[in-house]
């Protein structure tokens, strides 16, 4: 999964996504345990979230619950930011090769 296309079949669209990212010590809502739990896309979510993201409540999943799975699976976190440096990364080597 490469990208967050799916989630706009998500059941979080049109929510508030303050509900899915609680505070420091916060409980996870029920408004988003609830959402997550019903949605359509929950398995496309958590294959994206377990690679991509640190914070936050994605795919019926918690942050801690998320680092646990990485270490099980010893899947490395890559975040959205990085990999858009690497698809800049890509473009420009695209690029050179084109030129050349
Ligand atoms: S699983 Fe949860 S966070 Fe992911 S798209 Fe669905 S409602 Fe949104």
Redesign the pocket.
């Given at each position: 999964m490469t990208n967050l296309h799916?989630?706009v079949?998500?059941?979080?669209?049109g929510?508030d996504s303050a509900v899915?990212f609680p505070g420091r010590g916060e409980k996870i809502s029920d408004e988003?345990v609830k959402?997550?739990?019903?949605?359509?896309?929950?398995a496309?979510?958590?294959d994206?979230?377990v690679q991509h993201e640190s914070v936050?409540?994605?795919?019926?999943t918690s942050e801690k619950t998320r680092r646990a799975m990485r270490k099980h699976l010893k899947i490395r976190l890559v975040s959205p930011s990085m990999m858009a440096e690497l698809w800049d990364r890509e473009w420009w080597l695209d690029e050179r090769v084109r030129a050349s």
């Open positions: 799916f989630a079949n998500g059941a979080c669209q929510m899915f988003a959402a997550c739990g019903s949605c359509p896309c929950q496309q979510c958590l994206w979230a936050g409540y994605w795919g019926g």
